[in-house]
């Protein structure tokens, strides 16, 4: 008799090929109590493992903070490197504050340390002004481009765009081995042994935070490679939920040149929503109308009311008012096929036939089991001959066996352009390379994405007035991609840039060798946003290079560039640093049109689509403004109120119209704003 079976043993047996191993182990063990207890641990141990992918967590990366005073209390390490000893600063040898007394008795002059923080020591940012360029409509949204830390920078959007962003379209590091980037620090390149897991405890704390700047119907794309194409796979599964994929694109690029392997030279673009349910459920769909559509709708039921249902009159209005339209209006493109049938309608060639009006489609289909025609609608086929058969081969014709042999068809996505989308779709990346070349005047970085693809995306899966995030935002593309894109369809899109200023490794290693190092200003002039990212979108809106130089015709298109600062939360609890607090309260108000940066002697400021009062004692006369605007049908969507006082706060909560969004100042900013720890926003 098996141990199992004994009585007293109180364990069902466990049927051939059901339960795991260890379950079935458990079930032979003959001490009663012995088995209770292990199996009870094992549950246990179920309930807390995590199926998926699993890596070492890294700590969060410290930051080096070469712009930020040398006060005491901060951690400090040597400027130039040279060793990376860490020490706390107990006070200066005078009031100048040149020379810092360290926590071991050390002097040394304050010009040759730099600030460190590690993660979990709070940091309030702030925003300065690198450039701005007011190339648009004074009313349009302002894209935004940020030189810092992405994982602070996305923290502070966590504030001002939570729910807010309709795509993101991230290119992070393909953690090859051979693109080293940094950690901590320190660039991570194919001899660490723990690059892997590095990459994957660097990219989800961003992941995690973006997730929550997503709106419902959001959408994300990560552009990856073949060393991490698996990992990411599993790791967005893991923040985004493995229902919320979407696709797995493609994107040939050309061949990899080792005879040793099969290669298609290919990368990858994962798809994600953030609410798959809330996507399908908001009509929100992976294909558009073409640019004028609307337009020529709008005017067909026109001119089909006033023809009384006459359609030769209503066609004959149709054609006159398409002649009137200009020359390069994106109506122009669908004259050729838009017409009326007899029931109002207005169609297009891509969508059905008016009678007779294409012979080329009247022919016979011969089903290729049956050998019978396919049943053909009376006006003929969708699609020339020639398409049809190239369909056929391409696998997008169902041809069914019925009474009739009916024939389907695979409809496929299509963009705006028309042009069919597909999950594999081709595009050297050498176009990329020579046009970032044209515009810069000269090669400046590696491996640039195509804008031409972004537009292609962007345009498929986000409406035209979305706001688009790109968090590794490189050498620009993707503004610029969405800049253009309103160009072409006159959308109101707005881009939010994240980029920093880091070198590559190469160049580090030949500005170390001739003496400089992060903060100086040889080092920070060749750092991608000052070197590659600033020039490259002044370039694209202005049309001039910075040299001064002719590249092509303006963007209308206004565009704020700023750099990320750390500010001291005394001095901001006491408003001492409004100017590097106000662009985060213009960005949470949306970024569009001007901004309230400087305290106002009437104590009280409203732009745009928000305001700010400074004086509590002016509440009165505040409120007055705010609600004529309300009555002029232009209520601010948010408020900022100056006060220490919860019941102040409270009372001009109160005395503001109903339906405003209203934020106590700068008590929420140090909750709200501050980074480098696991808080949570507002």
């Known amino acids: 008799m098996a141990d199992a079976d004994r009585p007293g043993g109180g364990v069902a047996r466990t049927p051939d090929g059901e339960g795991s191993i260890l379950d079935q182990a458990i079930a032979k063990i003959s001490d009663e109590a012995l088995r209770g207890r292990i199996a009870r641990e094992v549950e246990l141990l179920r309930?807390?493992?995590?199926?998926?992918?699993?890596?070492?967590?890294?700590?969060?990366?410290?930051?080096?903070?070469?712009?930020?005073?040398?006060?005491?209390?901060?951690?400090?390490?040597?400027?130039?490197?040279s060793s990376d000893v860490t020490w706390r600063v107990a006070g200066f040898t005078d009031k100048t504050r040149t020379t810092a007394v360290l926590d071991d008795g050390t002097k040394i002059g304050t010009e040759r340390l730099v600030v460190?923080?590690?993660?979990?020591?709070?940091?309030?940012?702030?925003?300065?002004?690198?450039?701005?360029?007011?190339?648009?409509?004074?009313?349009?949204?302002?894209?935004?481009?940020?030189?810092?830390?992405?994982?602070?920078?996305?923290?502070?959007?966590?504030?001002?765009?939570?729910?807010?962003?309709?795509?993101?379209?991230?290119?992070?590091?393909?953690?090859?081995?051979?693109?080293?980037?940094?950690?901590?620090?320190?660039?991570?390149?194919?001899?660490?042994?723990?690059?892997?897991?590095?990459?994957?405890?660097?990219?989800?704390?961003?992941?995690?935070?973006?997730?929550t700047v997503l709106k419902p119907t959001g959408v994300i794309i990560v552009a990856i490679g073949d060393d991490e194409h698996h990992r990411l796979r599993m790791i967005m599964d893991q923040v985004f939920g493995v229902d919320n994929f979407i696709s797995d694109v493609v994107w040939q690029g050309g061949r990899k040149n080792d005879s040793r392997y099969v290669s298609n030279g290919a990368d990858y673009m994962l798809i994600y929503a953030k609410d798959e349910p809330a996507?399908?459920?908001?009509?929100?769909?992976?294909?558009?109308?073409?640019?004028?559509?609307?337009?020529?709708?709008?005017?067909?039921?026109?001119?089909?009311?006033?023809?009384?249902?006459?359609?030769?009159?209503?066609?004959?209005?149709?054609?006159?008012?398409?002649?009137?339209?200009?020359?390069?209006?994106?109506?122009?493109?669908?004259?050729?096929?838009?017409?009326?049938?007899?029931?109002?309608?207005?169609?297009?060639?891509?969508?059905?036939?008016?009678?007779?009006?294409?012979?080329?489609?009247?022919?016979?289909?011969?089903?290729?089991?049956t050998g019978r025609p396919c049943r053909m609608h009376p006006n003929g086929w969708r699609y020339s001959r020639e398409t049809m058969n190239r369909m056929i081969v391409e696998g997008r014709i169902i041809f069914r066996e019925s009474e009739n042999d009916v024939v389907s068809f695979k409809r496929p996505l299509e963009d705006t352009t028309g042009n069919v989308v597909q999950s594999v779709f081709e595009r050297l990346r050498t176009h990329a390379g020579r046009h970032l070349e044209t515009v810069l005047a000269g090669k400046r970085f590696p491996f640039p994405k195509d804008h031409e693809v972004l537009m292609r995306w962007i345009r498929l899966t986000a409406p035209r007035d979305a706001v688009v995030l790109d968090f590794f935002g490189g050498s620009g593309t993707t503004t610029?991609?969405?800049?253009?894109?309103?160009?072409?369809?006159?959308?109101?899109?707005?881009?939010?840039?994240?980029?920093?200023?880091?070198?590559?490794?190469?160049?580090?290693?030949?500005?170390?060798?001739?003496?400089?190092?992060?903060?100086?200003?040889?080092?920070?002039a060749r750092g991608v946003f000052q070197y590659v990212t600033r020039p490259r979108i002044g370039t694209i809106v202005t049309g001039m290079r910075p040299d001064g130089s002719h590249f092509a015709a303006p963007l209308a298109a206004n565009v704020e560039m700023f750099d990320l600062h750390y500010l001291d939360p005394g001095m901001v609890r006491r408003g001492k640093e409004f100017a590097a607090i106000a662009p985060l309260l213009w960005l949470?108000?949306?970024?569009?049109?001007?901004?309230?940066?400087?305290?106002?002697?009437?104590?009280?400021?409203?732009?745009?689509?928000?305001?700010?009062?400074?004086?509590?004692?002016?509440?009165?006369?505040?409120?007055?403004?705010?609600?004529?605007?309300?009555?002029?049908?232009?209520?601010?969507?948010?408020?900022f109120v100056v006060t220490d006082s919860l019941t102040e706060f409270q009372?001009?909560?109160?005395?503001?119209?109903?339906?405003?969004?209203?934020?106590?100042?700068?008590?929420?900013?140090?909750?709200?704003?501050?980074?480098?720890?696991?808080?949570?926003?507002?």
Not at 192 to 199: C, E, T
Request: net charge neutral; charged share 25%; aromatic share 8%.
């Open 47 to 81: 309930g807390s493992r995590r199926f998926g992918l699993v890596f070492d967590r890294h700590l969060p990366e410290s930051v080096r903070l070469p712009a930020h005073p040398v006060r005491k209390g901060v951690q400090v390490a040597l400027r130039d490197e």
């Open 116 to 211: 460190v923080r590690e993660f979990g020591e709070p940091v309030s940012p702030g925003l300065r002004t690198a450039e701005r360029i007011a190339n648009g409509q004074p009313h349009e949204s302002w894209h935004i481009v940020i030189n810092g830390e992405n994982y602070h920078v996305l923290q502070a959007l966590r504030t001002t765009h939570r729910g807010k962003i309709d795509l993101i379209y991230i290119d992070p590091p393909y953690n090859t081995g051979s693109d080293a980037w940094i950690y901590n620090d320190r660039y991570v390149d194919a001899n660490d042994r723990s690059r892997s897991s590095k990459w994957l405890s660097f990219l989800e704390r961003r992941l995690d935070i973006a997730k």
């Open 279 to 369: 996507l399908s459920a908001d009509g929100v769909r992976w294909r558009e109308e073409k640019a004028g559509v609307h337009e020529v709708l709008a005017q067909g039921a026109k001119v089909w009311a006033e023809a009384g249902g006459d359609e030769r009159a209503a066609t004959a209005a149709m054609r006159a008012w398409f002649k009137a339209q200009p020359k390069d209006s994106p109506v122009q493109a669908l004259s050729r096929n838009v017409w009326f049938l007899p029931d109002g309608t207005l169609c297009r060639d891509a969508d059905t036939q008016s009678p007779n009006r294409r012979p080329n489609l009247q022919y016979d289909l011969l089903h290729p089991v």
């Open 480 to 524: 610029e991609a969405v800049m253009r894109l309103n160009e072409e369809d006159g959308g109101t899109r707005q881009s939010i840039l994240v980029t920093n200023n880091e070198v590559g490794s190469k160049q580090a290693k030949a500005l170390r060798r001739a003496g400089h190092h992060p903060g100086d200003p040889e080092w920070e």
């Open 588 to 639: 949470e108000a949306g970024a569009t049109g001007e901004r309230i940066d400087t305290v106002p002697e009437c104590g009280w400021a409203l732009a745009g689509n928000y305001g700010v009062l400074f004086d509590i004692d002016l509440l009165k006369p505040f409120a007055a403004a705010v609600t004529r605007r309300a009555k002029q049908g232009r209520t601010p969507e948010l408020v």
């Open 651 to 682: 009372l001009a909560v109160e005395r503001l119209p109903a339906g405003i969004t209203t934020v106590r100042l700068f008590e929420d900013y140090l909750t709200s704003y501050t980074v480098n720890t696991d808080g949570s926003a507002r």
